[in-house]
């Protein structure tokens, strides 16, 4: 079974690199929930206007995961800008999360 | 068709995956994990939370139950002790006047007095001892500590079975429950080296040590099966351990065939108020 995406678009209109996610969940388990969360607060607070998340649900199909190496869920990975970053877990740790993804110290 | 072999590779970034995936299955921070072909879903911190609240939940209620059945028993006692007991008394005293009023040629009728006045007399030793055995006034008069003591003595002389008691609180009083709690169990440990353990001794410690109190009940007996003292069925064991736990503490019980069987209930000292006897 393919998997569906239901991608939530912001492209960036600011300057600065577009950031790209896409984060693997499963269905509205807690933890997978608790990442969608996460993610969306961290991009607003640091990345207002130039992301993109792509939401993969594994329940719907886990050919993608797979295709991706995922092998549990959550698990984010930012695909762009390059170098390719993966996280796993709900990203409750906020700080380790930021510095992963490089955001740490671009407080706005 | 000669097979390529694959390069292994444990690069620094292949460790530090594997360290974030095991952070993270951990930390319950996992849902489901992807194989090939199945979607194995994680509920474990859900599950063991859940089941954690239901323990919590089934203690918190085992504790009111026990709470609500000691102040029942209380409320027996005392209707007992003031309603039967008063009106026994005063039979008692209504059969000794009537045997001063019957004049020498009334002998079957004083025969029958001095019968019904020791049988009133055995009714109220009776009434007595079930409203002591429903709630244990010595507690309240004598303290715990001398409680255990008489308690010990009684045992050893209606089972005839060597009983002993040791403590390093010589002057303490506890705070109600706690004290009508660990009395229960010491009752209850005696009840069942009495009924089950064909013992020739039973030891009763009551020991405060920096931080806990510990309880310990031993004997020399045969012992119970390790089935037996996980099984639901043993009510005498499941009440012990409850009453441990609502007070925050543990109970084991441990036993061999040569060893006999030792109970020991440890309680952490602050959910046990210890204040010196008046």
């Known amino acids: 079974m393919k998997a569906r995406r239901r991608g939530r678009e912001r492209t960036a209109t600011a300057k600065g690199a577009t950031y790209v996610f896409r984060l693997f969940v499963a269905g509205k388990e807690s933890n997978s929930a608790l990442a969608r969360g996460n993610l969306?607060?961290?991009?607003?607070?640091?990345?207002?206007?130039?992301?993109?998340?792509?939401?993969?649900?594994?329940?719907?199909?886990?050919?993608?995961?797979?295709?991706?190496?995922?092998?549990?869920?959550p698990t984010l990975i930012l695909l762009k800008p390059r170098p390719k970053v993966t996280v796993?877990?709900?990203?409750?740790?906020?700080r380790q999360v930021l510095a992963a993804l490089r955001l740490a110290g671009d407080e706005r | 068709m000669r097979r390529r072999k694959?390069?292994?590779?444990?690069?620094?970034?292949?460790?530090?995956?594997?360290?974030?995936?095991?952070?993270?299955?951990?930390?319950?921070?996992?849902?489901?994990?992807?194989?090939?072909?199945?979607?194995?879903m994680v509920r474990l911190k859900q599950t063991e939370?859940?089941?954690?609240?239901?323990?919590?939940?089934?203690?918190?209620?085992?504790?009111?139950?026990?709470?609500?059945?000691?102040?029942?028993?209380?409320?027996?006692?005392?209707?007992?002790?003031?309603?039967?007991?008063?009106?026994?008394?005063?039979?008692?005293?209504?059969?000794?006047?009537?045997?001063?009023?019957?004049?020498?040629?009334?002998?079957?009728?004083?025969?029958?007095i001095r019968s019904l006045s020791a049988t009133t007399t055995s009714l109220i030793r009776?009434?007595?001892?079930?409203?002591?055995?429903?709630?244990?006034?010595?507690?309240?008069?004598l303290g715990l500590v001398k409680t255990l003591k008489s308690e010990a003595r009684e045992f050893e002389g209606y089972t005839g079975i060597q009983c002993g008691f040791k403590t390093n609180l010589a002057k303490a009083n506890f705070d109600r429950s706690a004290a009508v709690a660990i009395f229960r169990i010491v009752q209850a440990a005696l009840t069942n080296v009495a009924r089950h353990a064909h013992a020739s001794r039973v030891l009763i410690a009551l020991v405060k040590?920096?931080?806990?109190?510990?309880?310990?009940?031993?004997?020399?007996?045969?012992?119970?099966?390790?089935?037996?003292?996980?099984?639901?069925?043993?009510?005498?064991?499941?009440?012990?351990?409850?009453?441990?736990?609502?007070?925050?503490?543990?109970?084991?019980?441990t036993c061999s065939r040569s060893k006999g069987t030792i109970l020991t209930v440890q309680i952490p000292l602050p959910r046990v108020v210890i204040g010196r006897a008046p």
Request: glycine share 6%; proline share 2%; net charge neutral.
């Open chain 2, 209 to 253: 040590k920096k931080d806990s109190l510990i309880l310990t009940v031993m004997d020399n007996g045969k012992g119970i099966t390790r089935k037996l003292i996980s099984s639901h069925d043993s009510l005498g064991i499941t009440g012990m351990r409850e009453r441990a736990l609502a007070l925050g503490g543990t109970f084991t019980l």
């Open chain 2, 49 to 112: 939370e859940e089941l954690e609240n239901s323990r919590d939940q089934l203690r918190a209620l085992a504790a009111r139950l026990q709470s609500i059945r000691e102040d029942e028993r209380a409320v027996i006692a005392r209707e007992l002790h003031d309603e039967f007991g008063q009106a026994l008394t005063s039979m008692h005293l209504g059969l000794s006047w009537i045997s001063h009023k019957l004049t020498p040629g009334q002998q079957p009728l004083q025969e029958k």
């Open chain 1, 40 to 73: 969306a607060r961290f991009c607003e607070e640091h990345l207002k206007g130039r992301y993109k998340i792509e939401i993969v649900d594994v329940l719907e199909g886990a050919l993608t995961a797979h295709k991706n190496s995922v092998l549990v869920t």
């Open chain 1, 88 to 94: 796993l877990g709900n990203l409750s740790d906020t």
């Open chain 2, 6 to 40: 694959l390069p292994v590779r444990t690069s620094n970034a292949s460790i530090k995956a594997n360290d974030a995936l095991i952070h993270a299955l951990k930390t319950h921070q996992i849902d489901a994990i992807v194989g090939e072909r199945h979607i194995m």
């Open chain 2, 126 to 141: 009776s009434v007595k001892n079930i409203a002591s055995e429903l709630r244990p006034g010595a507690l309240d008069e």
